[in-house]
C-alpha cells in the first residue's frame, strides 16, 4: 500500500487588519497572510482539505483584503505542478466555509464533499456579524442560488457543471487510517482541524483558523471573525493539548512566517 503524501497548495494571499488577525491585541496596520489548500494522497483517495478563495468573488465582496493570486494559485494551477486534474479528486474536506477556505470547491467536480454538520447548517443560517466570512456560497450551488436570488452576478462557467454531494459529520472521527478530523469550535459553529499521520515524519496537525498562527498560539490571542469567543479560546488549548499528546507539528492557516518554512508546490510530506 503506497505512504501518505502530504502536498501545501499555494492559493496567494490575503490582507486584514492587525486586530483582526490578534483579536484586541493588535498592533493595528495591514498584515498580508497566505491562504493554501491541503492535498492527502490516502490509499483510499485523494483528500482536499479546504479550497482556498476565489479571486474574483474577493475582488467582488471584499477588495479591501487586497488579494494576490497569479493563475498557478488557483486549484487547478497547483494541482497541475503535481500532474493531477481537478477530476482527481476524491473528496473535499472543508474545515469551516468562510470564502478563504471552500472558494475552490466548486472546481472539483468528482469530490464528494466532508464536513461538520453544524458548518452546513451555519453556513446557510449564519449571524448578522457572519455575513462576510459566509459570501462565498459556490460550495453549495442550491444554497447560492437561493441566497442570491434577485442579484445581478457575473455568470460563473465553473459552477454550471457542479452538483456536489455533501456527507455531514460530527464530533472526532477518523475517516480514513491515520486521517484525522478534530473538533475545534468558536471560529465558527462546526469547526474541523485535520491531523494526518505520516510513515516518516511527526503527526501534521493542520489548526485551520482555530488558529491562524504561531502568533496566536503563543499569545493565547484569537482572531476577531468568530462566533464564540469562549469557545475558540477553548479550542486553541484543545490543540495544544492534541499536538502533545500525538508529537504532532502544528501547522497554520495563515502565518506570514511559518508560511515559508513550509514545503509546497511538487515538495511533499510523507
Ligand atoms: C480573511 C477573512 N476576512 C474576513 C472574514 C470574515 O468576515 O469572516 C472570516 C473572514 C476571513 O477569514
Ligand atoms: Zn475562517
Ligand atoms: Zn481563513
Redesign the pocket.
Known amino acids: 500500500m503506497a505512504d501518505t503524501k502530504v502536498y501545501l497548495l499555494d492559493g496567494g494571499s490575503l490582507v486584514i487588519d492587525g486586530f483582526h488577525a490578534f483579536w484586541n491585541r493588535g498592533p493595528g496596520g495591514e498584515l498580508r497572510f497566505p491562504?493554501y489548500a491541503v492535498l492527502v494522497e490516502h490509499a483510499d483517495g485523494r483528500y482536499m482539505f479546504d479550497t482556498g478563495y476565489d479571486f474574483d468573488h474577493v475582488m467582488r465582496v471584499l477588495p479591501f483584503e487586497k488579494p494576490i493570486q497569479d493563475k498557478e494559485q488557483t486549484i487547478p494551477g497547483q494541482l497541475a505542478k503535481i500532474g493531477l486534474k481537478t477530476d482527481d479528486i476524491d473528496y473535499v474536506i472543508n474545515s469551516h466555509y468562510?470564502f478563504?477556505?471552500c472558494g475552490g470547491n466548486k472546481h472539483l467536480h468528482k469530490a464528494c464533499t466532508i464536513c461538520h454538520a453544524k458548518e452546513l447548517e451555519a453556513s446557510g443560517d449564519c449571524q448578522p456579524f457572519e455575513h462576510l466570512g459566509y459570501s462565498d456560497l459556490t460550495f453549495a450551488p442550491d444554497l447560492h442560488k437561493k441566497k442570491n436570488a434577485g442579484k445581478e452576478l457575473p455568470p460563473d462557467p465553473a459552477l454550471d457543471m457542479y452538483t456536489p454531494k455533501f456527507e455531514t459529520l460530527s464530533g472526532d472521527q477518523e475517516i480514513a487510517k491515520g486521517l484525522w478530523l478534530f473538533e475545534t469550535p468558536g471560529h465558527t459553529a462546526g469547526h474541523y482541524s485535520m491531523m494526518v499521520e505520516l510513515k516518516n515524519r511527526r503527526p501534521i496537525l493542520f489548526t485551520?483558523?482555530a488558529c491562524?498562527s504561531k502568533k496566536n498560539m503563543d499569545m493565547m490571542c484569537i482572531s476577531s471573525f468568530h462566533l464564540d469567543p469562549v469557545a475558540s479560546v477553548k479550542s486553541l488549548h484543545r490543540l495544544k493539548e492534541l499536538a502533545a499528546k500525538y508529537d504532532a507539528e502544528l501547522f497554520y492557516?495563515?502565518d506570514p512566517d511559518s508560511f515559508k518554512s513550509y514545503q509546497t508546490g511538487a515538495n511533499c510530506y510523507s
Open positions: 491562504c468562510h478563504d477556505h485551520a483558523d491562524y492557516s495563515h
